[in-house]
């Protein structure tokens, strides 16, 4: 999306250009024609000899100050664009930890809005038996995501389950002949291997950089998700999600 910002912005500069240049030279063209009316017409009256000199006073006022104009906008035209190059090839330069340091985790976040999530009462054992495995893998397929945070009726987060764990569970409870149609999120939690992982979660607040996200994320064991709050941590409500794979997106950073 920026390169195509950008492009169409040179485009715009470029054409901006040539029409200033071009109309310049209309402008001296329409000049010289009007000038050289008289001359083509062999007139050599006391009247078309004045014509002439109105006409050469026109030219001598105008032409420097037309030259004038087309160069300046010409000279902007051309340091704009290295001006934009050299910014372009000083961020090509930063590192990634530098990127990291300059951005904050507001400007990459999924805002609260945005993000779809399940929700439960509290994290009881009867609320959470109310949330079927097999529900929630649907509830994945249907939204078209990886992941599904599930949050309390207070908006703070306690899980996140990624789907690949969902049919990992369900696998091995099919092979070991258990019902996974009444498998539940209470289930799921009492396996220590999965309990660990739906708990992987780093906080942050909006103005935390994603240098501070980062050294959050690597305290946790298998950290994938960063929410971010106003508190900074778990206490704290919801404003917007980092994930492990925006991250990637936007800096070719791994977990």
Not at 77 to 98: G, M
Request: charged share 25%.
């Amino acid at each position: 999306m920026n390169n195509q910002n950008s492009s169409s912005n040179n485009n715009d500069k470029s054409t901006l250009a040539y029409c200033i240049v071009g109309g310049g030279m209309f402008y001296i063209l329409l000049l010289l024609t009007f000038t050289a009316i008289p001359v083509f017409c062999n007139r050599e009256t006391d009247s078309d000899n004045e014509y002439l000199k109105n006409w050469k006073g026109v030219i001598d006022i105008t032409l420097p100050l037309l030259g004038a104009w087309v160069g300046a906008v010409v000279a902007y035209y051309y340091s704009n664009k290295n001006f934009e190059a050299a910014s372009r090839q000083a961020q090509n330069l930063l590192s990634i930890e530098d990127k990291l340091k300059i951005v904050t985790a507001q400007k990459v976040m999924i805002k609260r809005r945005d993000i779809r999530v399940k929700e439960i009462e509290d994290d009881s054992p009867k609320s959470l038996d109310n949330i079927k495995i097999v529900d929630l893998v649907n509830f994945l397929k249907d939204i078209n995501v990886t992941r599904v945070p599930i949050f309390l009726k207070n908006n703070r987060v306690k899980y996140v389950i990624h789907k690949s764990l969902l049919y990992e569970a369900l696998y091995d409870y099919q092979t070991k002949n258990i019902d996974t149609i009444t498998f539940s999120l209470s289930n799921f939690l009492d396996d220590k291997r999965y309990n660990q992982l739906i708990k992987a979660i780093a906080f942050v607040k909006e103005s935390d950089s994603l240098a501070d996200t980062k050294n959050k994320m690597k305290k946790i064991p298998n950290c994938q998700d960063v929410f971010v709050t106003e508190t900074g941590d778990e206490t704290g409500d919801v404003i917007g999600w980092i994930t492990n794979a925006e991250l990637a997106k936007e800096f070719g950073l791994t977990s």
